[in-house]
Each structure stands twice: as structure tokens, then as C-alpha cells.
T-cell receptor, first 113, second 108 residues
Framework: DVKVTQSSRYLVKRTGEKVFLECVQD?????MFWYRQDPGLGLRLIYFSYDVKMKEKGDIPEGYSVSREKKERFSLILESASTNQTSMYLCASSSGSGTDTQYFGPGTRLTVL | KNEVEQSPQNLTAQEGEFITINCSYS?????LHWLQQHPGGGIVSLFMLSSGKKKHGRLIATINIQEKHSSLHITASHPRDSAVYICAAGVGNNDMRFGAGTRLTVKP
């Protein structure tokens, strides 16, 4: 079974703090994704990566950066957290093209005070 | 207008009822996905389909490519089916467009 894990289920940070969210997958998938999920808006893509050290902006990259130094690990970084970044963050991975099933992690609920 | 629209937004049913969730999309797709999200956040892929119909247990997914419409049906619904169901259009090249989700509550 594919397993995607995220470093925290719940996180509370203060405005201006630097925040790291980590995601690890164990199926040697090429593609990894970071989404945020807000009520009524569905999942929105922040960034994705199709290979080590490669990244592409999604629909809402502003205020975020990512890092993929190893194939299995994809990190989302909030350089200076703001209250409007309070959200559920979901990581996913897939093996190939955009038609392939994405496997999701359990999510991190981030609250920025 | 969102590229992927789901209806209804919220659905409450009694145990045993037949349930239908609808999804319409306005983009060209390579595949249509149905996902399930239980309370607590985890998302599980239920179906990926590009034509016709797929069945898994009590769940059935259909797609009409010409009408750009898909439905998810649950037969003999059970309280454990309570979850958010998400329709997602795979538009190729690692791009997926998600609906806002349908929150289903099945009462015993």
C-alpha cells in the first residue's frame, strides 16, 4: 500500500513565524503535490514537483515555497506565516502523468494566530 | 464559474437509501476522479474513470463524456458512508481541478 505521511496533524503558529510542513511518500513516486483545502473552495494546488529539485507553481503559490532535495520528501515552507494561511494542508503523490491516481496524506491543520 | 461543479453541497440520507452525487465539468479531461474524505482529513481515491461505468462494492461511478457529467451512486447507504465526496477532473500534465465537495451524512 502507498503511504504518504505528513509531519504534523495539527499545528499552531504565530503570525510572522517560519513554518515547515513535511511530507514523505514510500512508493518511489515521481510527482508530489501540496494543496490547501478551505471550506467551499475545495482543494487548491500550491506547488507540485515532478522530480528531485524540480518544482512548479500551482494556482496559489504566493506566500509559500517548497523544497524537494530527495525523491521521497517534499516540504512546504511558509516564510512568514499570516492568519490567512490558516487552513488544512494536504500532500499527495502520484507515479506518472496527471491522469494517475494521487495518494493523499492525512493532512495538517494549521492555525496561525 | 468553477470548472468542476458538484451537487448537492450537502446531503442527508437515512440508512438504506440510494444516494446520487453529481459532478459537471467544463474542461477537457483525460480522467475523472472520485475521492472520499472522512472527518479528520484523510483523502482516499475511490474511482478513476474516463468512460462508462465502474463499480466497487456498493459504490458505482458513471461518466458521460459528451455531456461532461459524472455521477457517484451509493446503494444501501450506511452511516459509515458519511464523508465528503470530491469530484476531480484530471486535465493532464499533473493538473487536477477539484470540485468543492459534497458532504454526505447518513443517519441510522
Amino acid at each position: 500500500d502507498v503511504k504518504v505521511t505528513q509531519s504534523s496533524r495539527y499545528l499552531v503558529k504565530r503570525t510572522g513565524e517560519k513554518v515547515f510542513l513535511e511530507c514523505v511518500q514510500d512508493m518511489d513516486h515521481e510527482n508530489m503535490f501540496w494543496y490547501r483545502q478551505d471550506p467551499g473552495l475545495g482543494l487548491r494546488l500550491i506547488y507540485f514537483s515532478y522530480d528531485v529539485k524540480m518544482k512548479e507553481k500551482g494556482d496559489i503559490p504566493e506566500g509559500y515555497s517548497v523544497s524537494r532535495e530527495k525523491k521521497e520528501r517534499f516540504s512546504l515552507i511558509l516564510e512568514s506565516a499570516s492568519t490567512n494561511q490558516t487552513s488544512m494542508y494536504l500532500c499527495a503523490s502520484s507515479s506518472g502523468s496527471g491522469t494517475d491516481t494521487q495518494y493523499f496524506g492525512p493532512g495538517t491543520r494549521l492555525t496561525v494566530l | 464559474k468553477n470548472e468542476v461543479e458538484q451537487s448537492p453541497q450537502n446531503l442527508t440520507a437515512q440508512e438504506g437509501e440510494f444516494i446520487t452525487i453529481n459532478c459537471s465539468y467544463s474542461v477537457g479531461i483525460s480522467a475523472l476522479h472520485w475521492l472520499q474524505q472522512h472527518p479528520g482529513g484523510g483523502i482516499v481515491s475511490l474511482f478513476m474513470l474516463s468512460s462508462g461505468k465502474k463499480k466497487h462494492g456498493r459504490l458505482i461511478a458513471t461518466i458521460n463524456i459528451q455531456e461532461k457529467h459524472s455521477s457517484l451512486h451509493i446503494t444501501a447507504s450506511h452511516p459509515r458512508d458519511s464523508a465528503v465526496y470530491i469530484c476531480a477532473a484530471g486535465v493532464g500534465n499533473n493538473d487536477m481541478r477539484f470540485g468543492a465537495g459534497t458532504r454526505l451524512t447518513v443517519k441510522p
